[in-house]
C-alpha cells in the first residue's frame, strides 16, 4: 500500500499561508480557488481512496501513516471546506468534487475519531458564531424536502446486505484488483456519498450540512431536530407531542389506544402474541356472532378474541347514529376495500398471501408520510394491564408509566441469554446471534422486537441497553467494516492483521500463478470459507465457502485483502443478515433509517440517543428538575430530609453510586441527553409511611420506576439516610409498583 506520507501531504500542511487559509474557523467560499485548489483535490481524491482500505492499524501506527497531529490538521481542513461549499448557496461546479471529498475524509475520519479518539467532540464543532443553532431544529423538520416522499428513492441504489451475499457475487478472487469494486458495492449502505434524487433538488444549507457532515452542529440539537421530526409525525396522527397527553382524536380516528394482558415473568412472549398483530396490520373483523372483535394471530392462524386479545381493541369515540366502528368496518369488504382503504396507498393483501409474506420482504411504504399506514398504530398509546403471579389483575390506571415499565421489563427479558435471541460480546456487548436458518416465526420476533426499541425511541424512553457498535451502525444504514472486526473477535482480527501485514518476497508477488508455492498459502494453508457451528447436537462444525467454489480457492498473496474482507462481512454481515433485517424493519417501522442516517454519523451517537449519556450526572440539573409530593411537598426542597437527600448525593456519593440510584428511581442509569427536565413523568421525590411504631428510620426507600418515583422515609439524620440508601439501591430493594 502506498504510504499517504509520500503523496504531498506533509508539504501542504508545512505551507504556513495554506494554514492561515485552511485551519481557521471559517473559510470563505471565494478563497478556496487557486493553483492550490487543484492539488489539494488530487490530495484529498487519495486520501479518500486510500482510506476505504486502510486498517486502523495502519493510520494509527506512526511508522505507517502521518503522526496523529497532521491527522487532525487534515481532519480540521476537510471539515471548513466542505461547511464552506456546503453552507454556499451555490457552489461553483468546478469545487463541487473537492466539497464532496473533503465531507467524506472529514466523515470518515469522524468515524475512526469514535473508535480511536484524536480530537474531542468540539474539535468537529463549527462555531456558534458560524453556525446559529437558534431555531435550528424548526427551521430544518419545517423545510419542504422533508416533507416529500424521498426515502424509496433515496433507497432505490442502496443494495441490501442479503442482496449482495458474498455467495452469490461473481468476482475474480485470483488478485486484489477487482476488490475496490466488490468493496464498493458490499459498502454500498454506508451513505457517504449524495443520493440520486437529492442531487437532483436544491437543498437547503441547513440539509446539506447534516446529510454530508452532521458532527458539525452540536450533537444535543440533532436530538432536538430528531424531536420535532417525531412531534411533526405525532401531530400527523393525532397523537399529541412527546412527553403530552394524545389527543382523544389520535390516528386521525381515535386509533391511538390498544391495550394488552401481560403476566410478570413471561412479559415478552405475552407482548408478542397480543402486540405483534397491531405491528403487522393485521385486519380486525367483527365476529358475526357476538360482539367481540376477532383477529388472525401471527403464528397459529386461529381466531382469538378481543377480551383475551385487548391488544387489538381500538376505542374510538361513538357517534350519535352511526354504526360502532370495527377495523373490518374502516377497511371495507369487497370492491369497497380501496375505496375505504386510509393506509396511504398500500394495497390491502388478500388473507393468504398476508400470512405468507411479512412487511420487511414486500416494498416499503414511503416514510415519513402524510397518509396513516396499517402499522402506525403500534406508535399509538398501549394501555397495559400486569397479572401478577398469582393470576390478580394488578390495580391501577396507565397514565404512560405503566407502559414505561412494561417495556423496560420487556426489554431485560428479551435479551436475556435463555432466549436466545442475541449473543454477547467479550465486553458484554449485544447483537443478534448468528442463525442463517431463522425461521418465519424467529424473523417475526426479531422484528417485533425492533418496533419495541424504535417505539422506546419514538416515547423518549432511555432503554438500557449495550448494543454492539457494529449492530448499531446498520440502524443507520452503514455497513460494518473490517475495522469493526475487534469488537466482536479480538483474537480473529489479529490473527488477519498478521496475515495482512506478513513480509512477501518480491518473487512471490510476481510469481502469482502457482498457488502451492505462494508464501501466503504455505505459512498459512487457508483457503476462501469459514468454519461455523454444524448445529448437529454433537459440537461440531462445517465449512462455509465464502465464494462459490471457495473450498478450491486457496488464500495467496496476490488475494489476501479480499480474504480479509470477505470473512469479515461474513462475521459481521452475512451470518445473521436475516434477522438483522427483521430488527431493522421493525426499528424503521417508528424511526425512519432517513432520518438516523440525516443526523447521526456514529454508532456512538446511536447509542447515546438511545440509552442515554454516558458522561457526569448533572447533580444541580437533576435537583432543578425534582418535584415533591407528600410530607414534601409544602417545604420542597427545604425540607431537612430533602436538603440531607441532595447533600448525600452530591458529596458522599460515587459517581457509580449516582448511577445506581438513577436506575433504582427511573430504571436507567444514564439521565436523558438533554437532561432531567426530558424524563416523562417528572422525575419525583415522596415521603413513605412509617412502621408500625410510627418510626421511619426502619425504613428502606423504595422506588416505582414506572414513575420515575423516589420514595424517601423521613429519617431523624442525615447518617441514617445516607446508609438506607446505600443499602437500597446496592441491594436492589424496596422496588415496588404504584
Not at 695 to 703: I, K, T, V, W
Request: proline share 6%; with cysteine; hydrophobic share 40%.
Amino acid at each position: 500500500m502506498v504510504d499517504i506520507r509520500t503523496v504531498g501531504w506533509r508539504g501542504v500542511l508545512s505551507d504556513p499561508e495554506f494554514l492561515r487559509t485552511f485551519t481557521g474557523e471559517w473559510i470563505r467560499p471565494e478563497t478556496i480557488q487557486g493553483p492550490g485548489v487543484v492539488r489539494l483535490q488530487l490530495l484529498c481524491r487519495f486520501l479518500n481512496r486510500q482510506l476505504q482500505t486502510m486498517g486502523d492499524d495502519e493510520l494509527f501506527n506512526q511508522g505507517m501513516s502521518l503522526p496523529i497531529g497532521d491527522i487532525r490538521t487534515i481532519a480540521r481542513v476537510c471539515r471548513n471546506i466542505a461547511f464552506a461549499l456546503y453552507w454556499s448557496a451555490d457552489t461553483p461546479e468546478d469545487l463541487v468534487p473537492l466539497r464532496d471529498m473533503s465531507a467524506a475524509i472529514a466523515r470518515e475520519l469522524y468515524i475512526r475519531n469514535s473508535r480511536h479518539q484524536f480530537a474531542d467532540e468540539k474539535f468537529w464543532l463549527m462555531p456558534s458564531t458560524i453556525l446559529d443553532m437558534s431555531l435550528f431544529a424548526d427551521r430544518v423538520a419545517e423545510d419542504p424536502i422533508f416533507a416529500v416522499k424521498y426515502e424509496d428513492e433515496m433507497d432505490s441504489d442502496d443494495e441490501s446486505s442479503s442482496e449482495s451475499e458474498a455467495d452469490d457475487e461473481e468476482m475474480d478472487v485470483d488478485d486484489d484488483s477487482g476488490r475496490m469494486g466488490w468493496l464498493a458495492n458490499m459498502y454500498s449502505g454506508m451513505k457517504r456519498q449524495p443520493r440520486k434524487y437529492m442531487d437532483r433538488v436544491s437543498l437547503t444549507p441547513r440539509i446539506a450540512v447534516l446529510r454530508n457532515i452532521p458532527f458539525v452542529v452540536p450533537f444535543n440539537d440533532r436530538v432536538r431536530l430528531l424531536h420535532a421530526l417525531i412531534n411533526r409525525d405525532r401531530v400527523r396522527l393525532g397523537l399529541g407531542m412527546l412527553g403530552n397527553a394524545p389527543s382523544p382524536h389520535g390516528l386521525r380516528m381515535g386509533m391511538h389506544s390498544v391495550g394488552a394482558v401481560i403476566h410478570r415473568g413471561s412479559v415478552f412472549n405475552d407482548a408478542f402474541e397480543q402486540l405483534y398483530p397491531v405491528l403487522s396490520g393485521k385486519p380486525v373483523a367483527r365476529n358475526t356472532d357476538d360482539d367481540d372483535i376477532s383477529i388472525v394471530g401471527p403464528t397459529t392462524g386461529q381466531g382469538r378474541t378481543a377480551r383475551d386479545q385487548p391488544a387489538n381493541r381500538i376505542d374510538v369515540p361513538h357517534m350519535p347514529g352511526s354504526a360502532p366502528f370495527t377495523f373490518g368496518s374502516m377497511i371495507g369488504q369487497g370492491d369497497d376495500a380501496e375505496r375505504w382503504n386510509m393506509f396511504g396507498g398500500m394495497p390491502l393483501l388478500p388473507a393468504a398471501d398476508a400470512e405468507t409474506l411479512e412487511p420487511w420482504q414486500a416494498p416499503r411504504p414511503s416514510q415519513p408520510t402524510t397518509q396513516v399506514q396499517r402499522n402506525d398504530t403500534f406508535k399509538g398509546r398501549m394501555q397495559i394491564e400486569f397479572v401478577d403471579q398469582y393470576g390478580m389483575r394488578e390495580a391501577g390506571i396507565d397514565g404512560g408509566g405503566v407502559f414505561k415499565e412494561f417495556l423496560t421489563s420487556l426489554v431485560s427479558e428479551a435479551f436475556r441469554p435463555d432466549q436466545k435471541m442475541f449473543s454477547s460480546t467479550r465486553s458484554n456487548q449485544v447483537y443478534p446471534s448468528p442463525a442463517q436458518d431463522a425461521t418465519q416465526l424467529d424473523l417475526q420476533k426479531y422484528r417485533f422486537l425492533g418496533a419495541v426499541i424504535g417505539k422506546a425511541l419514538y416515547d423518549g424512553i432511555l432503554v438500557d441497553v449495550p448494543f454492539a457498535p457494529f449492530f448499531l451502525g446498520r440502524c443507520m444504514g452503514t455497513m460494518p467494516t473490517f475495522n469493526d472486526l475487534p469488537v466482536l473477535d479480538e483474537e480473529l482480527y489479529r490473527g488477519l492483521v498478521a496475515l495482512k501485514n506478513y513480509p512477501v518476497a518480491s518473487k512471490d508477488k510476481a510469481a502469482g500463478d502457482d498457488e502451492a508455492s505462494d508464501e501466503i498459502y504455505r505459512v498459512f494453508g487457508m483457503d476462501f470459507t469459514v468454519t461455523v457451528d454444524a448445529k448437529d447436537g454433537r459440537g461440531g462444525t462445517r465449512a462455509v465457502p465464502l465464494v462459490p467454489n471457495g473450498e478450491a480457492i486457496k488464500v495467496t498473496s496476490q488475494n489476501r485483502m479480499l480474504y480479509l474482507d470477505l470473512i469479515a462481512h461474513f462475521k459481521l454481515t452475512r451470518q445473521n443478515d436475516k434477522a438483522v433485517q427483521a430488527f431493522l424493519s421493525g426499528v424503521h417501522t417508528m424511526v425512519p433509517e432517513t432520518w438516523l442516517r440525516l443526523l447521526f454519523a456514529t454508532p456512538t451517537e446511536f447509542s447515546r440517543l438511545l440509552c442515554g449519556d454516558s458522561g457526569r450526572i448533572n447533580i444541580d440539573d437533576w435537583r432543578r428538575n425534582t418535584e415533591y409530593e407528600g410530607a414534601y411537598r409544602a417545604k420542597r426542597e427545604t425540607h431537612p430530609t430533602i436538603v440531607a437527600f441532595w447533600d448525600v448525593v452530591r458529596e458522599e456519593l460515587t459517581e457509580k453510586q449516582r448511577r445506581e440510584l438513577c436506575k433504582f428511581a427511573t430504571s436507567c442509569e444514564r439521565p436523558p441527553l438533554l437532561g432531567f427536565g426530558e424524563l416523562n413523568p417528572s422525575f419525583c421525590i415522596t415521603s413513605s409511611s412509617s412502621d408500625e411504631n410510627g418510626n421511619h428510620d426502619n425504613r428502606l426507600p423504595s422506588a416505582s420506576t414506572c414513575v420515575n418515583l423516589l420514595k424517601l422515609p423521613v429519617f431523624s439524620t442525615r447518617e441514617i439516610l445516607r446508609d438506607k440508601l446505600l443499602q437500597a439501591i446496592e441491594s436492589g430493594a424496596g422496588f415496588d409498583l404504584s
